[in-house]
């Protein structure tokens, strides 16, 4: 309760909920009239990616034994990732360094990317290069 000569603490807004989805969305439930998908009756949709759409649920599928199939095929995906995180993480070291390597990627795709843009104009890109290293 604020006090008689002070002003009333102004309210805040309400803040806007966000899903915890990573960005994915929905996977589309709807066939074409044709064909009915929806409740799915195989272990992977067609066209479904773990990448792009949120997980499924239990009431998504027919049958119990086709959902945790699914899941099952789900927690295989995220252990290859988790597996090529490691290896990565065992190639490259520290965080910083793994920052670094991919840095360094990037400008060498962004390299070729220039060589071969100058190459299409003409340019000896190699002699340009050698060129530059001698003056150095």
């Not at 006090?3 to 969305?25: C, F, H, L």
Request: hydrophobic letters at 30%; charged letters at 40%; a positive charge.
């Amino acid at each position: 309760m604020a006090k008689k000569n002070q002003p009333a603490k102004p309210t805040k807004a309400p803040k806007e909920k966000r899903e915890k989805s990573g960005g994915r969305i929905d996977f589309p439930k709807i066939g074409n009239k044709d064909e009915k998908i929806y409740p799915f009756d195989s272990v992977m949709p067609p066209e479904f990616d773990f990448k792009t759409h949120k997980t499924l649920k239990k009431k998504d599928f027919t049958a119990d034994h086709l959902y945790f199939s699914h899941r099952a095929a789900e927690a295989r995906f995220k252990a290859e990732q988790f597996d090529a995180q490691a290896e990565e993480a065992k190639k490259l070291g520290s965080a910083k360094d793994r920052g670094k390597a991919k840095r360094l990627i990037k400008l060498t795709e962004k390299m070729a990317e220039l060589k071969e843009q100058l190459a299409g104009q003409g340019i000896d890109v190699e002699k340009l290069l050698a060129d530059s290293a001698k003056e150095e």
